[in-house]
């Protein structure tokens, strides 16, 4: 089994930033990609950022420019820096991570909320 455990997230105003870090423990195999997605009250989950093991990158429209998705050396910690933060990113952030054996697992959620 592999647990992710999510931390980072508040309450920032408007045009702040936030990290958000993503660490995976347990039965670790190596890693295809992982990635960040967010779910905002009344809205389906979507992705914000995913890297892949290579260190290939891609990103949700709403936030190119302002979030940067990175991983540690070791493959099994996922970060997000959120930059210029607006009160539309507030939502509950998940960790994602896929491996290359097939397997998927999500961390438990943390929220992020932009108001000022």
């Known amino acids: 089994q592999v647990q992710l455990v999510e931390s980072g997230g508040g309450l920032v105003q408007p045009g702040g930033s936030l990290r958000l870090s993503c660490a995976a423990s347990?039965?670790?195999?190596?890693?295809?990609?992982m990635g960040w997605y967010r779910q905002a009250p009344g809205k389906e989950r979507e992705l914000v950022a995913r890297?892949?093991?290579?260190?290939?990158?891609n990103y949700a429209d709403s936030v190119k420019g302002r979030f940067t998705i990175s991983t540690d050396n070791a493959k099994t910690a996922v970060y997000l820096q959120m930059d210029s933060l607006k009160p539309e990113d507030t939502a509950v952030y998940y960790c994602?991570?896929?491996?290359?054996?097939?397997?998927?697992?999500w961390g438990q959620g943390t929220q992020v909320t932009v108001s000022s």
């Open positions: 890297i892949s093991r290579g260190g290939s990158t």
């Open positions: 994602n991570r896929r491996s290359v054996q097939g397997a998927e697992n």
């Open positions: 347990g039965s670790v195999f190596s890693m295809s990609s």
